[in-house]
């Protein structure tokens, strides 16, 4: 039986949640993700617009480099682009139906994504310790506002990733191809984070 | 798109990200004689390196999954 | 075909093929009656099912109750401006209710009254306007008409209602605020709302919760739109209503998150003291503003417009959709031209991304921007010219019902020809010199928005009333509704226009009587428009009752209508009851056969109409519960 037809046997159920629509090659939830990050791609764009404006119109800009704690963020930047490595390994164990793996490696990314956070309020503190706030410069300001919601995606990833790996994984006993997508799923909303912080890493630290 | 796709896509940004910011620290030296530009310059190559061979290993597998 | 034997079920023929199909689709209703049972009888508890219920039905229907409570509110503050605008600075008992520090002796202060004009836009546009179209009608009628089970993402549906509520009790919290609610206008210009009292950070929160919520509101809508049409419903047979949400759906997705970016950078120079709006060496009262500086006020303007003008067409492309289901309804026609209305709708979407700063042309942008906004501005008027002119061919050569819902949507085409046609005006960068921030600007917007969308979501209320409840609402109350709203509500706008020729600017406490060039015609127009409000206000009051009765008696199971009241052709009505069942919507996921709109087409013989979903145009289609239960009575007899 095809899943067109599948699904009409069933009119309770909710369609295309585990296989793809014939005609569209999409599972309901992997659309949604990518509608949602293309409103991710709308947000950080206004943003990133925002900082342009400001920095194009500024007499003088200081440069992150001379005063940012360089080492800290370079580490980040490994960290999240291991993190990616991690998430797609995950992913393709589950795939291939190895659950001991996939854990471990989904275990893996939320150590990367933790390790992250707990840099990130290492460099926080020691901007403070030096008296940097947001309101200190406009630089700083979007400084802040920038890495601070970027760090509030990474904290979203947290919270899913952790749900995935302890209550969540009962799934799949029960359905392994729905678990296996959640897991792709989340894959792709991490890569989007990753992927801001590969923009945000050169703007704010280097130029 | 898939996950698949995504990641390759990724690693080619980061791959990018890396010649940029090794080209950078090197610059950046040359200008200001900052050793740690220099060092910047040659963990991003080293970054570099490790994803292109990465990428070359690991995208042929991936496309089969 | 070949000779197909017939049998009498009830009082009508059918194909003995028919009736056996019939009865199948009974035995798999009772069947699946009793799977809804288990599942919203016994395992779900009442909260679950009637406060975070996860039926797209139930959330519509929150959605709606909850947007009309938010319409009457922001009517109400309006009430309220008008008593101080036509009879400024005279006490009114009621305006006490304000408390003695907003309205001493019922005389309104002026901060007060900008207190209640950013209450009262903010709130019709963020918490009436665009949870009624998009919130209630969407969810409630989109799933139905495209033949799905429910939304795809239930839990996110229900998730995005409790962003949505918290976030307008948020905002109407701040009203208990020492200094009030916000006061800088429902666009909170920066560097004034920067500054403003604390209003506006509740302001800001409030908005935080709402763009959260119609961000998973849309994911929910377009992926619901994309992946759950049942089989046969090819896009181009989607009912014109649907194809209007699908493209509010991608304006609500890619506009509202640069006004997140915005709420949020407005939050930090609000909290955290930085300075992304307020430019260097600004003095406050006298006083210079220890502040960083160096941050642009218009950023504010571009990033707000760039949401703000998309939000328009998110306001009016549901209208549209409603009016096009009702017109071809009660027209007993095909929509004219439907592909081309389809084709203009996404070409609405792509444009009103690139006209936002034609709200700006007064700001100093240069000649060149402003020139090339200006020209985007007149060419996106000419899609939504192409479907409203579309709409009036439909009405072409028709013999017309006119239903309640046909007026309210006939009314809506002149009210909104003229919200659109007094807006190019505006566009025009010579002439928005004069225009930009007096009342004719008001009364374009809402044209477009008050006897325009509001009287097509009444429409939309009047024609769906019946799928929800099995009531039709009374048809003579309607109409007094009508008559009477219609009569009121271009007496409170069509004088705006005058007032705005000559001058008088929007925001003026006393309605401009301070002023020699706007005395004369803000006295002679003002008290006029105020009488027309209350009037406005007075003849809302049959409908609330003649809602709240029918809604009464649907609770207590009268029911005074068959499925299909209308005779409509969409699946919403022709395939399953009214109200629709529970759970999973339908008894068998309908496969759609044809266009939306087959009325008096070559193939209706017996009725004027063919569903979509009909295989046979000779036999009328099973109308839900009815004819099934008549096909088992016959078995079993």
Request: aromatic letters at 14%.
């Amino acid at each position: 039986m095809d899943a067109h037809a599948e699904a009409h046997e069933h009119v309770l159920e909710i369609p295309y949640t585990v296989h793809p629509r014939p005609d569209t090659g999409l599972y309901n939830a992997k659309l949604g993700i990518w509608l949602f990050l293309a409103s991710e791609v709308m947000l950080f764009g206004a943003l990133f617009s925002s900082f342009i404006l400001i920095r194009t119109a500024a007499p003088v800009w200081p440069r992150g480099w001379e005063f940012l704690n360089v080492p800290l963020a370079t580490a980040n930047t490994f960290i999240l682009i291991a993190s990616s490595v991690t998430v797609v390994l995950a992913w393709a164990n589950l795939r291939l139906g190895n659950l001991k793996w996939g854990r471990i490696f989904i275990a893996l990314t939320l150590v990367c994504a933790l390790a992250f956070l707990v840099n990130k309020g290492f460099e926080y503190t020691h901007e403070f310790k030096e008296h940097r706030f947001p309101s200190t410069s406009n630089f700083l300001a979007i400084y802040f506002t920038m890495t601070g919601l970027h760090g509030l995606h990474v904290l979203g990833g947290v919270i899913v990733f952790s749900y995935l790996l302890l209550p969540g994984a009962k799934m799949w006993k029960t359905d392994r191809a729905r678990y296996t997508n959640r897991i792709e799923v989340c894959g792709l909303y991490w890569h989007f984070v990753d992927l801001v912080w590969i923009f945000l890493f050169p703007s704010l630290y280097l130029m | 798109m898939s996950l698949r796709i995504f990641h390759i896509i990724f690693v080619t940004v980061s791959i990018a990200l890396s010649v940029f910011v090794t080209i950078w620290g090197v610059r950046e030296y040359a200008l200001t004689r900052s050793n740690g530009a220099l060092i910047l310059a040659g963990v991003f190559l080293i970054c570099g390196v490790v994803l292109v061979f990465y990428a070359g290993r690991v995208f042929r597998k991936l496309r089969e999954l | 075909m070949a000779q197909r034997k017939q049998l009498r079920v009830g009082n009508q023929w059918l194909y003995a093929d028919d009736a056996e199909r019939l009865l199948r689709d009974a035995i798999r209703i009772r069947d699946q009656e009793e799977q809804r049972h288990r599942i919203e009888g016994h395992v779900q508890p009442w909260w679950k099912r009637y406060v975070f219920s996860t039926d797209h039905k139930w959330i519509g229907l929150q959605y709606g109750f909850t947007a009309l409570c938010f319409l009457l509110f922001g009517f109400c503050l309006m009430i309220l401006m008008r008593l101080q605008l036509g009879w400024p600075g005279h006490a009114f008992s009621l305006m006490k209710i304000l408390g003695e520090n907003r309205a001493p002796g019922g005389v309104l202060l002026p901060e007060a009254y900008n207190q209640l004009g950013a209450m009262h836009g903010t709130i019709m546009v963020f918490l009436a306007i665009v949870p009624l179209a998009v919130g209630a009608f969407g969810n409630y009628v989109v799933p139905l008409q495209i033949g799905a089970p429910d939304m795809a993402f239930p839990k996110l549906n229900m998730i995005s209602y409790w962003c949505y509520l918290p976030g307008g009790l948020v905002m109407l919290s701040s009203f208990a605020l020492k200094d009030g609610t916000a006061n800088s206008g429902w666009t909170s210009y920066a560097p004034l709302s920067v500054i403003a009292t604390k209003g506006q950070t509740f302001w800001l929160f409030g908005m935080v919760l709402l763009i959260t919520s119609s961000l998973l509101g849309s994911v929910n809508f377009i992926v619901t739109i994309i992946q759950l049409r049942a089989k046969g419903m090819t896009f181009m047979r989607l009912p014109f209503f649907v194809w209007a949400q699908l493209v509010t759906g991608f304006l609500l997705l890619l506009a509202f998150p640069p006004l997140e970016a915005a709420a949020v950078l407005q939050l930090m120079d609000r909290v955290a003291g930085t300075s992304f709006f307020l430019p260097s060496g600004l003095v406050i009262s006298g006083q210079q503003l220890h502040n960083a500086g160096g941050g642009n006020p218009l950023l504010w303007q571009h990033l707000f417009w760039f949401l703000a003008h998309p939000e328009v067409y998110v306001l009016i492309l549901p209208a549209m959709g409603i009016v096009a289901e009702v017109i071809a309804n009660n027209t007993r026609k095909p929509l004219w031209g439907y592909r081309s209305m389809v084709g203009s709708v996404i070409f609405i979407g792509f444009m009103s991304f690139v006209v936002w700063a034609h709200h700006m042309f007064l700001t100093g942008m240069g000649t060149l921007i402003s020139a090339f906004f200006q020209t985007t501005t007149m060419i996106i008027s000419v899609p939504s010219v192409i479907i409203l002119t579309a709409l009036f061919i439909s009405l072409y050569g028709a013999s017309i019902r006119f239903t309640t819902p046909m007026l309210f949507a006939l009314a809506f085409l002149p009210m909104f020809g003229i919200g659109g046609l007094t807006g190019l005006p505006l566009g025009l960068v010579t002439a928005d010199l004069h225009l930009h921030d007096t009342y004719y600007v008001i009364g374009h917007f809402h044209y477009v928005v008050a006897p325009g969308t509001i009287f097509a979501m009444f429409a939309g209320i009047y024609y769906w009333f019946p799928k929800a409840t099995g009531r039709k609402l009374n048809d003579f109350w309607g109409r007094v509704h009508f008559w009477g709203s219609f009569l009121c509500i271009n007496g409170v706008f069509m004088p705006m226009f005058a007032q705005g020729l000559a001058g008088v600017s929007r925001r003026l406490y006393d309605g401009g009587i301070q002023y020699a060039h706007a005395k004369a015609i803000a006295e002679q127009t003002n008290p006029f428009m105020s009488i027309s409000a209350i009037g406005l206000l007075v003849f809302q009051v049959p409908f609330i009752f003649n809602f709240f009765a029918n809604v009464l008696a649907a609770m207590r199971g009268k029911k005074n209508v068959d499925d299909n009241p209308w005779q409509a052709t969409t699946i919403e009505w022709a395939a399953t009851t009214s109200p629709p069942l529970g759970h999973g919507n339908f008894a068998v996921l309908p496969v759609v056969h044809r266009g939306p709109y087959e009325y008096n087409c070559p193939e209706c013989t017996t009725t004027d109409f063919v569903p979509q979903h009909a295989e046979i145009a000779a036999v009328p289609p099973p109308g839900g519960g009815m004819l099934p239960e008549a096909a088992v009575a016959q078995r079993e007899m």
